[in-house]
C-alpha cells in the first residue's frame, strides 16, 4: 500500500491543524560568494532546486542538493555556504504549524533533518511555481494553501515517531497531541472491535477531562466522532459496493449502513452518497430521513 495512505497526518482532522506563513517565501540565487549565520525565531523549511549548499545545525553537518529538503527548527542557529559549482537556487519558507492552536506541532515531532524527496517530479513543478510567484509584501491565500501541500510531503518523508509521552507529560502539547493521536486512530479503522475503549485506556488523562477537551478541539465527542467516521465508511463502501454486484452490494449496505449508530448520525449529518449508489440501496437509505 502506498505510504502516503500510513502518513503521520493523513487521519488528522483538517480543523486540528493552523499553519501560519511567517513571512514571504524567500526566493534563494546564491553564488559561490554566500555565506549565512542566523538564528529564526520560527521553524524554516528550505528547498533546494538548483546546484548545492553546505550546512551546519547543530552539531550536524550536511550538503543540501537538488530534490532535497530541510528543516531548521525554531531557535536553532545554523550556518551555511555555497556548496560549488553553479549558482545554488530554491525556495525557503518561514512558518509555524499549531495543534488546536495550543501547541506547536513540529515539536511534538522526531524528524530527519533533511531528505530527499520520494515525489519530487510531482512536487519540483510546484516549488516552481511558489517561488517564481512569490508575493513581496505579506503571504496570500494561494501561498498559504501551497505550502502546506509542500510542508505535508516533507514531513511524510522525514517522520521517525512521535516524542516519547514521558517528554511531554509536562508539555502543553500533550493533551492536544493525545486528542490528535486517537481522532487519527479512530479514522483510520473505524470499524476495529473496541477501537475506541482501547484507545481511551491509553490516553494518560482522566476519561471524562479528556471527553470534554476532545469535544472543544473537534467539535464533538470520541463515540459521535467514531460514529461519524463509521457512517463515512459505509457510505464509502456503498459506492463501491455498487461495481461489484447486487449480492455484493446488499450484504454491505446490511452490514454497514443498517447498523443503529451508523443510522443515527446519517440522520444527522448532511453527507450526500455516492452517485454510483444503486437506486434500490438509495431509497432505502433515503426512508431512514423521512420523518
Not at 142 to 152: A, I, K, P
Amino acid at each position: 500500500m502506498d505510504k502516503s495512505e500510513h502518513g503521520p497526518l493523513n487521519r488528522i482532522p483538517v480543523q486540528a491543524l493552523s499553519l501560519r506563513l511567517a513571512r514571504t517565501p524567500i526566493r534563494m540565487q546564491h553564488a559561490q560568494t554566500w555565506r549565512i549565520d542566523k538564528i529564526n525565531p520560527v521553524h524554516d523549511l528550505v528547498f533546494c532546486l538548483t546546484g548545492k549548499a553546505r550546512y551546519r545545525v547543530g552539531e550536524e553537518s550536511f550538503v543540501l542538493h537538488e530534490g532535497e529538503a530541510m528543516l531548521i527548527r525554531a531557535r536553532e542557529r545554523f550556518h551555511g555556504v555555497h556548496g560549488g559549482g553553479d549558482d545554488y537556487t530554491g525556495v525557503a519558507q518561514h512558518f509555524t504549524l499549531d495543534l488546536f492552536g495550543r501547541a506547536d506541532l513540529i515539536d511534538q515531532m522526531h524528524l530527519q533533518r533533511r531528505v530527499k524527496l520520494r515525489d519530487w517530479s510531482v512536487l519540483h513543478p510546484l516549488i516552481v511555481h511558489y517561488r517564481t510567484m512569490a508575493a513581496t509584501t505579506s503571504p496570500t491565500l494561494v501561498q498559504h494553501h501551497q505550502f502546506m501541500v509542500l510542508l505535508l510531503a516533507f514531513l511524510d518523508d522525514a517522520f521517525l515517531g512521535w516524542r516519547e509521552e514521558g517528554d511531554l507529560l509536562a508539555n502543553q502539547g500533550q493533551l492536544s497531541l493525545q486528542i490528535m493521536l486517537l481522532a487519527s486512530g479512530l479514522a483510520a479503522d473505524p470499524l476495529k472491535e473496541d477501537a475506541l475503549e482501547k484507545a481511551l485506556e491509553r490516553v494518560p488523562y482522566n476519561r471524562d477531562y479528556f471527553r470534554r477537551a476532545f469535544r472543544e478541539r473537534i467539535g464533538m465527542t470520541p463515540q459521535k466522532y467514531l460514529e461519524l467516521k463509521r457512517m463515512e465508511y459505509a457510505i464509502h463502501r456503498l459506492g463501491l459496493g455498487n461495481r461489484q454486484g447486487n449480492r455484493r452490494r446488499t450484504r454491505l449496505f446490511r452490514s454497514l449502513f443498517l447498523q443503529p449508530h451508523v443510522q443515527a448520525v446519517y440522520r444527522r449529518e448532511p453527507i450526500e452518497l455516492p452517485a454510483e449508489t444503486d437506486g434500490k440501496v438509495a431509497v432505502q437509505v433515503c426512508r431512514m430521513r423521512a420523518p
